[in-house]
């Protein structure tokens, strides 16, 4: 599963790798959506990066206040 992680959020990025994801930055599933599965965001910016135009139609999963691990676990709910 390939995961687009925004900016800022290594530790969760390092996490979803040791569980076998592939992470990819932000910017380049904004541009091409179909490359990642889900995206996690920090949730500290409401309208993503500026990109108030950006519409995907994959899940997002705010990372905001949550530990790698629960970043996971909500990751994994778009698996099945």
Same mark, same amino acid.
């Given at each position: 599963m390939t995961v687009a992680v925004e900016q800022g959020?290594? !530790?969760v990025k390092?996490?979803?790798e040791s569980q076998g994801c592939e992470c990819i930055d932000v910017k380049n599933? @904004?541009?091409s959506p179909? #490359?990642?599965t /889900?995206? /996690?965001v920090t949730g500290a910016d409401e309208n993503l990066m500026g990109m108030e135009d950006v519409t995907t139609q *994959? !899940? *997002?999963v705010t990372? #905001?206040?949550? @530990? !790698?691990?629960? /970043? &996971?676990n909500r990751v994994?709910? &778009?698996?099945?």
């Open positions: 959020l290594e !530790p390092r996490y979803l599933a @904004t541009s179909s #490359n990642a /889900v995206m /996690v *994959i !899940p *997002i990372a #905001n206040g949550l @530990t !790698p691990e629960e /970043v &996971y994994k709910q &778009y698996l099945h």
